[in-house]
C-alpha cells in the first residue's frame, strides 16, 4: 500500500513518513523547500528517510506538477503541506498562505477525484477557533479565526469537505493543537526557549505569560494519523490535542531543571493573531479512533531538549 505524505521534509511530515514506513506502507514523499525557515534544518529532517527502502523523494511544489500523475498509484494523501506561522500571515505574505494553503489544496483535492484513494487526511490547526472562550473546545464550536494563518486552514477545511460531499474525496481533518518535540520548527516556541537556554540567551515571551496552550508531543500526533487508517470517518473533524491545558509560565519553569541551569526571561508586546488560550475536547478522537495521548510535557520537553543540544553542538 502506497502513502503520499506532503511537506515531507517538515517537523510533522518527517516523523509521520518514518512512522508509515516501519508500519510496512511505502511512502511518496513531495516537499518543494518553502524559505519560512532554513533548508538545512529539513534536509536534516529526511536524512534518515532518504536511506531507507520503501522511501521515495521528490522536490516539487504542489503547485507545478502532473498531480493526477503523482496520484496514479497513491492509497492514502496524508497532506502536511503548507506555509506555516501565524505572526507572519499578515499583510503582503497573505498571497504566499493562499497560494501554499488554499490553492495547493484545492488542486491536490480535485486530482484526489479522478484517483482511487481510501482516505485523504489534512492537516489542519487549532487556529481555526481564534480565540474562542469554550475551553476545553469542541469541534463543534463556532470557527472564527484570529490570523490570517487560520483563516488559510479553515479554509481548506472547508475544501476538503465540499470535495467529500460533492465528489466522494474520502477526507478527514486533524486539527493540532501546538506541536512540539525534536525537529520542532525554529520559531515555535518550545524551540526557541531551549535554544536560548541552551546559548545563555535571553528567552523572549510574547505577552505577559500566562496565556496557555494544549501541548502535543510529536509521537502522538503521529499515532492519530495511523489511528485515523485503521478506523475511517470520511468527512469528520477531530481535534488532536495532548489532553491537558498547561499556562505558559508553567511549562516554562521547567526549563531550569531540564536544561540544569537558571534562563533569564525577558516578556515583549503580544503578537497580533496569538489566541489567548487553546485547549483541546479531545473526546471525539478517543470514542471514534481510539486516540490516547500518552506523552507528558515535562517528558516531551526532555527529548525535545536532547534534539536541541545535538542540532546546535557546534553553535
Same mark, same amino acid.
Given at each position: 500500500m502506497q502513502c503520499l505524505v506532503t511537506g515531507v521534509a517538515g517537523f510533522i511530515g518527517s516523523h509521520l513518513a518514518e512512522a508509515l514506513l516501519r508500519e510496512g506502507y511505502e511512502v511518496i514523499g513531495i516537499d518543494c523547500f518553502t524559505d519560512y525557515y532554513s533548508r538545512q534544518f529539513k534536509e536534516k529532517n529526511i536524512a534518515g528517510l532518504n536511506t531507507q527502502k520503501g522511501f521515495r523523494f =521528490?522536490? &516539487?511544489? =504542489? =503547485?507545478?506538477i502532473d498531480l493526477k500523475k503523482l496520484l496514479k498509484d497513491v492509497d492514502w494523501v496524508f497532506h502536511l !503541506? !503548507?506555509?506555516a506561522g501565524v505572526r507572519a500571515s499578515w499583510g503582503e505574505n497573505f498571497e504566499i498562505?493562499?497560494?501554499?494553503? $488554499? =490553492? &495547493?489544496?484545492? *488542486?491536490?483535492?480535485?486530482a484526489s477525484k479522478e484517483a482511487n484513494l481510501k482516505g485523504f487526511v489534512y492537516a +489542519?490547526?487549532? +487556529?481555526?477557533? %481564534?480565540?474562542?472562550?469554550v475551553l476545553p473546545t469542541p469541534e463543534k464550536t463556532? #470557527?472564527?479565526?484570529? +490570523?490570517?494563518?487560520g483563516v488559510t486552514k479553515l479554509a481548506a477545511e472547508h475544501l476538503c469537505y465540499l470535495y467529500y460531499k460533492n465528489f466522494g474525496v474520502p477526507t478527514v481533518a486533524l486539527r493540532y493543537f501546538t506541536v512540539y %518535540?525534536?525537529?520542532q520548527r525554529p520559531d515555535m516556541a518550545f524551540h526557541r526557549f531551549l535554544k536560548a537556554a541552551l546559548l545563555g540567551e535571553e528567552i523572549e515571551i510574547y505577552g505577559d505569560g500566562q496565556? +496557555?496552550?494544549?501541548?502535543t508531543y510529536i509521537s502522538d500526533v503521529v499515532e492519530a494519523h495511523l489511528l485515523v487508517m485503521k478506523r475511517f470517518y470520511p468527512g469528520e473533524v477531530f481535534n488532536i490535542g495532548g489532553g491537558s491545558q498547561t $499556562?505558559? *509560565?508553567?511549562? #516554562?519553569?521547567?526549563?531550569?531543571?531540564?536544561? %540544569?541551569?537558571? $534562563?533569564?526571561?525577558?516578556?515583549?508586546? &503580544?503578537?497580533k493573531g496569538d489566541v489567548r488560550h487553546t485547549a483541546a475536547d479531545i473526546s471525539k478522537a478517543k470514542k471514534l479512533l481510539g486516540y490516547q495521548p500518552k506523552v507528558r510535557l515535562a517528558e516531551g520537553l526532555r527529548a525535545e531538549w536532547e534534539w536541541i543540544k545535538e542540532i546546535y553542538k557546534y553553535v
Amino acid at each position: 500500500m502506497q502513502c503520499l505524505v506532503t511537506g515531507v521534509a517538515g517537523f510533522i511530515g518527517s516523523h509521520l513518513a518514518e512512522a508509515l514506513l516501519r508500519e510496512g506502507y511505502e511512502v511518496i514523499g513531495i516537499d518543494c523547500f518553502t524559505d519560512y525557515y532554513s533548508r538545512q534544518f529539513k534536509e536534516k529532517n529526511i536524512a534518515g528517510l532518504n536511506t531507507q527502502k520503501g522511501f521515495r523523494f =521528490l522536490e &516539487a511544489n =504542489l =503547485l507545478q506538477i502532473d498531480l493526477k500523475k503523482l496520484l496514479k498509484d497513491v492509497d492514502w494523501v496524508f497532506h502536511l !503541506a !503548507a506555509q506555516a506561522g501565524v505572526r507572519a500571515s499578515w499583510g503582503e505574505n497573505f498571497e504566499i498562505y493562499t497560494q501554499n494553503n $488554499v =490553492l &495547493a489544496t484545492q *488542486k491536490l483535492l480535485e486530482a484526489s477525484k479522478e484517483a482511487n484513494l481510501k482516505g485523504f487526511v489534512y492537516a +489542519s490547526s487549532s +487556529s481555526v477557533y %481564534g480565540d474562542t472562550k469554550v475551553l476545553p473546545t469542541p469541534e463543534k464550536t463556532y #470557527l472564527q479565526p484570529l +490570523s490570517p494563518y487560520g483563516v488559510t486552514k479553515l479554509a481548506a477545511e472547508h475544501l476538503c469537505y465540499l470535495y467529500y460531499k460533492n465528489f466522494g474525496v474520502p477526507t478527514v481533518a486533524l486539527r493540532y493543537f501546538t506541536v512540539y %518535540g525534536p525537529r520542532q520548527r525554529p520559531d515555535m516556541a518550545f524551540h526557541r526557549f531551549l535554544k536560548a537556554a541552551l546559548l545563555g540567551e535571553e528567552i523572549e515571551i510574547y505577552g505577559d505569560g500566562q496565556q +496557555s496552550r494544549d501541548f502535543t508531543y510529536i509521537s502522538d500526533v503521529v499515532e492519530a494519523h495511523l489511528l485515523v487508517m485503521k478506523r475511517f470517518y470520511p468527512g469528520e473533524v477531530f481535534n488532536i490535542g495532548g489532553g491537558s491545558q498547561t $499556562v505558559l *509560565k508553567t511549562a #516554562l519553569e521547567l526549563l531550569p531543571e531540564i536544561a %540544569g541551569k537558571n $534562563v533569564n526571561i525577558i516578556y515583549q508586546d &503580544a503578537q497580533k493573531g496569538d489566541v489567548r488560550h487553546t485547549a483541546a475536547d479531545i473526546s471525539k478522537a478517543k470514542k471514534l479512533l481510539g486516540y490516547q495521548p500518552k506523552v507528558r510535557l515535562a517528558e516531551g520537553l526532555r527529548a525535545e531538549w536532547e534534539w536541541i543540544k545535538e542540532i546546535y553542538k557546534y553553535v
